[in-house]
């Protein structure tokens, strides 16, 4: 935001960032939580697979997660979705362990195991 004072009044001007994910399908997992803080994944396929197994599209090493975890899928609309897949400790967006496949926003907060993501979407700036 570019504030600039003018006889004692405030302008703003400011550009505004909008998720594009509908037409690019992309989304980034950030890891917040110590064990692996700041690792990146890109999430750009219909559905990946996250767990300890060395054959899931995302693994992560942490003794808490199963081999098979979760996964996100991306529907025709470009949304996306956070899908425990039987897991032993569960799978929790924005602290609230889910049941079955549930709708994933801009800045929701997953833990798998003991290891904590932000979920985010592609941006543009308009």
């Known amino acids: 935001m570019i504030n600039e004072m003018n006889n004692n009044s405030t ?3 400011e550009k505004k960032v909008k ?9 980034v997992l950030l890891i917040l939580s110590s064990n692996f803080l700041g690792k990146t994944f890109i999430i750009n396929k219909q559905e990946t697979i996250i767990g300890r197994q060395e054959d899931c599209d995302i693994v992560i090493n942490d003794p808490l997660i199963s081999k ?3 996964r996100i899928i991306t529907d025709d609309d470009g949304k996306f979705y956070l899908e425990d897949m039987g897991s032993k ?3 929790y967006i924005n602290d609230k362990a889910i049941k ?3 709708h994933i926003i801009y800045g929701d907060r ?3 195991g003991s290891t904590i993501i932000r979920f985010y979407m592609e941006e543009t700036i308009d």
């Open 89 to 91: 400790n569960s799978t």
């Open 100 to 102: 079955k496949s549930m």
């Open 19 to 27: 998720p594009t994910s509908l037409l690019s399908n992309k989304a």
């Open 110 to 112: 997953i833990i798998i």
């Open 68 to 70: 098979v975890h979760c």
């Open 11 to 13: 302008i703003s001007s």
